[in-house]
């Protein structure tokens, strides 16, 4: 039996020193979607703001506060929070282009048939005028009938005088 920590050995399993996270890509999308909606709300803004201008009161009038450079822990959250939203927000729009594409190309078929059953309506209503064209109408069956009443009329005294 071959040994399966040799290198010349296909399918050979290494230990891996981090395991392997499984993670369903619908859960982790709109988690990305639910974290770029949060960040672009007003609220999430005025909170940002207010813990920014609470740290620099802070640290510019020392209550405290031990850091030799006062901004330096601030740079570095606040450059951890934009490392970590940027791909977020990214993931997220992703996930809308798709959605917009899927839209986009079901609006395409839903109208390319109503094209189709506009041109169908059209066609159909361009044969019911031809063929009201050879259908009689009222005033036309009502002179024919006249004519037919004045023929009846005229052979009626035509044998009451013989």
């Known amino acids: 039996m071959a040994d399966k920590n040799r290198l010349d050995t296909p399918g050979r399993r290494h230990t891996e020193w981090m395991p392997r996270m499984r993670m369903d890509q619908d859960t982790f999308g709109s988690f990305a979607e639910s974290f770029a909606r949060l960040m672009g709300t007003?609220?999430?803004l005025f909170w940002m703001t207010l813990l920014i201008v609470f740290w620099f009161?802070?640290?510019?009038?020392d209550l405290g506060a031990p850091d030799r450079w006062p901004f330096a822990f601030l740079t570095l959250a606040l450059s951890l929070q934009a490392s970590y939203a940027a791909p977020l927000i990214l993931l997220a729009q992703n996930r809308?282009?798709?959605r917009d594409r899927v839209s986009l190309e079901h609006d395409r078929e839903v109208s390319?048939?109503?094209r189709a059953d506009m041109d169908f309506l059209a066609r159909e209503i361009a044969s019911?005028?031809?063929r009201m064209n050879d259908v009689a109408t009222r005033d036309f069956i009502r002179s024919e009938l006249r004519e037919l009443?004045?023929?009846l009329q005229a052979e009626d005294e035509g044998e009451k005088s013989a």
Not at 57 to 61: A, E, V
């Open 57 to 61: 009161l802070w640290n510019i009038f």
């Open 149 to 151: 009443l004045a023929e």
């Open 42 to 44: 007003a609220g999430f």
């Open 96 to 98: 809308q282009e798709a």
């Open 128 to 130: 019911l005028r031809m």
């Open 112 to 114: 390319a048939q109503s």
